[in-house]
């Protein structure tokens, strides 16, 4: 995509912007601009090796909201504020969009590869056009709008720090389901990621259809008899 110029200055620029003060800086430096509206994108479940990557695209109010002045970096924050701040995101964002990105599709594509693409997907589901994307921490190419990554970003940006929390809430909520669905994995209390009770019960029990079964630890602990062709544990019921 070939940068947009404003103004004579080229967009995006080269360098990668770090951390600033405050969590409306950038936003607001952009809209200053002629940039805006906006849209902050992150993710949600990278690092783990079971369940979806979830990735959410958020629009925030040029002005600052009253109700969402504890936004901040989603792994800063207790799970009862981030249950607290995400329906007050989306009852206050000028457009949010959620998207996952299946366990089976990470594998096929690759982590990162999943990462840039549900970024691509979330910013398409936006219902407003934005005018500039702030990423959490690497380039994302084929976006509708000129776009900059932000290393720290969701501490560094508030649409990115809401995007975040929209991310994460929506991928631990889909976590607890799954718990339900699969049940001796204890999804809901690791949510996928690989701690030492998610590794214990692998080796009990061997992986489930949600698991990533391009990384390393899952595969091994698949096993060679026992439960379905691959060794995989089915749906339960």
Same mark, same amino acid.
Do not use: Q
């Given at each position: 995509?070939?940068?947009?110029?404003?103004?004579?200055? @080229?967009?995006?620029?080269?360098?990668?912007?770090?951390?600033?003060?405050?969590?409306?800086?950038?936003?607001? @430096?952009?809209?200053?601009?002629?940039?805006?509206?906006?849209?902050? !994108?992150?993710?949600?479940?990278?690092?783990? =090796?079971?369940?979806?990557?979830?990735?959410?695209? =958020?629009?925030?109010?040029?002005?600052?909201?009253?109700?969402?002045?504890?936004?901040?970096?989603?792994? $800063?924050?207790?799970?009862?504020?981030?249950?607290?701040?995400?329906?007050?995101?989306?009852? /206050?964002?000028?457009?949010?969009?959620?998207?996952?990105? &299946?366990?089976?599709?990470?594998? +096929?594509?690759?982590?990162?590869? +999943?990462?840039?693409?549900?970024?691509?997907?979330?910013?398409?589901?936006?219902? !407003?056009?934005?005018?500039?994307?702030?990423?959490?921490?690497?380039?994302?190419?084929?976006?509708?709008?000129?776009?900059?990554?932000?290393?720290?970003?969701?501490?560094? @940006?508030? =649409?990115? @720090?809401?995007?975040?929390?929209?991310?994460?809430?929506?991928?631990?909520?889909?976590?607890?389901?799954?718990?339900?669905?699969? &049940?001796?994995?204890?999804?809901?209390? /690791? $949510?996928?990621?690989?701690?030492?009770?998610?590794?214990?019960?692998?080796?009990?029990?061997?992986? =489930?259809?949600?698991?990533?079964?391009?990384?390393?630890?899952?595969? +091994? /602990?698949?096993?060679?008899?026992?439960?379905?062709?691959?060794?995989?544990?089915?749906?339960?019921?």
């Amino acid at each position: 995509m070939g940068r947009a110029v404003n103004r004579g200055i @080229a967009w995006p620029p080269r360098t990668v912007i770090r951390r600033s003060t405050g969590l409306r800086t950038m936003e607001s @430096a952009l809209v200053r601009s002629g940039l805006g509206p906006v849209a902050g !994108v992150d993710e949600a479940g990278r690092g783990a =090796c079971a369940g979806p990557l979830v990735v959410a695209a =958020c629009i925030l109010p040029a002005k600052p909201i009253a109700a969402l002045s504890r936004l901040d970096d989603s792994k $800063k924050l207790t799970e009862r504020a981030r249950e607290e701040l995400f329906p007050l995101i989306k009852r /206050h964002a000028v457009s949010w969009s959620v998207v996952e990105v &299946p366990a089976w599709e990470v594998d +096929a594509i690759g982590v990162h590869v +999943a990462n840039i693409e549900g970024m691509r997907r979330a910013v398409a589901g936006l219902d !407003v056009a934005p005018g500039y994307v702030l990423t959490d921490g690497f380039r994302v190419p084929g976006l509708p709008a000129p776009s900059l990554p932000v290393i720290g970003g969701d501490a560094a @940006a508030a =649409c990115i @720090a809401a995007a975040s929390i929209l991310a994460k809430v929506t991928r631990d909520r889909g976590m607890v389901e799954m718990d339900g669905e699969y &049940p001796g994995y204890d999804f809901a209390i /690791h $949510k996928g990621y690989g701690t030492a009770r998610h590794t214990s019960a692998l080796a009990d029990l061997g992986p =489930c259809a949600e698991h990533r079964m391009s990384y390393a630890n899952v595969m +091994a /602990h698949v096993k060679v008899s026992g439960v379905g062709a691959l060794g995989i544990r089915g749906h339960a019921g």
